[in-house]
Every structure is written in C-alpha cells, then in structure tokens.
C-alpha cells in the first residue's frame, strides 16, 4: 500500500478563494481523521470519520471549514473563503476502528499558504 | 477532556548521548499512550507505544515508562544518532486512536 495520500503538497491561494484538500486513506482503514499544525497551537484534531460518517466535528474553527468523506477511499477539507490565518501544514491521517487499532498512518500533509 | 502535557520544548544532545522527554496527562481513564515522531517535511509516525498494564516497554534503543498513580510517561532515546534529530510527540487515549490528544512536541537535535 501507497499509504495515506495528500493532495496538493502545497498551495498558495490569495485571501478570499476556496481552497480544496484531498486524502485518499489506506485501504481498509475506517477512520479518517483531518488535523491542522501551526508553530502555535501543534497538531489540532479538525474532524474525524468512521465508516465514512463525521463522528466528531468539535475541533473545525469555524462555518468556512468543511469536510466530507463520500465513499471510504476520499475525503476533502474545505476552506471557503480562505483567510492568511488559515496558513498551516494540513494532514490526513487513517486507522483502523476500535480499542485495538491504535495506529494511525499520517498523510505527508498539504502545506497551506493564504496571501 | 484529556490534558497532556509535554517537556521539554526542545532538546539538544550530543551524538552517543541519551534523551528524555516527558509527559503528563490529565484523565485518569486513559490508558495508552504512543508516541510519534515528526521528520522534516513529513507526517508523524508511530515509534513505539504502552498501555497502562505495563511499566515499560523497550525496542532496540528506544523506550517508554509509565508511572500511573502519577499520571506521568516518558520517552528514552539511548546512543543519539544524527537521524534521532525530529520532532516527537507523546499523545494519550483512553481507549482506541479516535480520542487521541497529543502533547505539544519536543524537537530533538542530535549534535554530531
């Protein structure tokens, strides 16, 4: 298996424009999570997924933030509109469900830059 | 919600010398604890993890301890090598990776 892929690696859009991440998890994994890093406040946990389902959307900052996962091979993060705080590095990471699957595989993130 | 928190910010060691980190957590129900390193322009990666029915668990040079009444755990990296230089971060979990938190992260330089 490839892994967990991130698409773009990088992206710079101006202020105002939508910006879409995309995550393909490793197959046979249920549970996808979105986590956002910033020198200031580390590795924050956006949202996550089982079974392609949101279970827990408590860390998105805000309505401009959106995630969907439409089937068990995709997923895409949002940002509509673009603001320059939302600049970080973005990544995707998947596991398998339940107490014993306690591994999660990162993505190698998608690095943001809003000007 | 669980707390960890994570010391120190960032360490430097010289190379064949041994590093600490460490963490406390705040929720009493957590019960394991990994830990994931961080290169340069990638995703973490687990290294080495520990549930809180045991006290240590080693892997070649590296390992953890855990001391549960005081809600502690550590990491130790014996012999530094060059390639150890990274960030890592320690997270706790009351049960599955779902509700995962992660400490803040120490970044490593191994001096040569």
């Known amino acids: 298996d490839a892994g967990v892929i991130q698409s773009p690696r990088h992206e710079v859009t101006e202020m105002g424009q939508e910006v879409t991440l995309r995550c393909k998890p490793i197959?046979?994994?249920?549970?996808l999570f979105w986590y956002r890093q910033t020198m200031m406040r580390g590795l924050e946990l956006l949202i996550y997924f089982n079974n392609n389902v949101p279970i827990d959307d408590s860390g998105m900052p805000e309505d401009r933030f959106s995630a969907k996962m439409p089937n068990a091979s995709f997923s895409t993060l949002k940002i509509q509109p673009s603001e320059p705080r939302d600049s970080a590095v973005y990544f995707c990471?998947?596991?398998?469900?339940?107490?014993?699957?306690?591994?999660?595989?990162f993505g190698q993130g998608t690095r943001l830059t809003v000007v | 919600g669980e707390n960890v928190e994570q010391h120190p910010s960032t360490l430097s060691v010289q190379e064949g010398d041994s590093a600490v980190i460490k963490c406390t957590y705040s929720?009493?129900?957590?019960?394991?604890f990994p830990w994931y390193k961080q290169e340069l322009g990638k995703g973490p990666q687990l290294i080495i993890d520990i549930r809180s029915n045991v006290g240590e668990k080693k892997d070649q040079r590296i390992a953890v301890t855990l001391n549960k009444t005081a809600k502690h755990f550590s990491l130790h990296i014996t012999e530094t090598q060059p390639e150890d230089s990274a960030v890592y971060f320690c997270a706790a979990s009351p049960g599955g990776y779902q509700k995962v938190t992660f400490g803040t992260g120490t970044k490593l330089q191994v001096i040569p």
């Open positions: 197959s046979g994994h249920n549970s």
């Open positions: 929720d009493s129900a957590s019960n394991y």
């Open positions: 990471a998947s596991s398998g469900m339940g107490p014993r699957n306690t591994e999660a595989f």
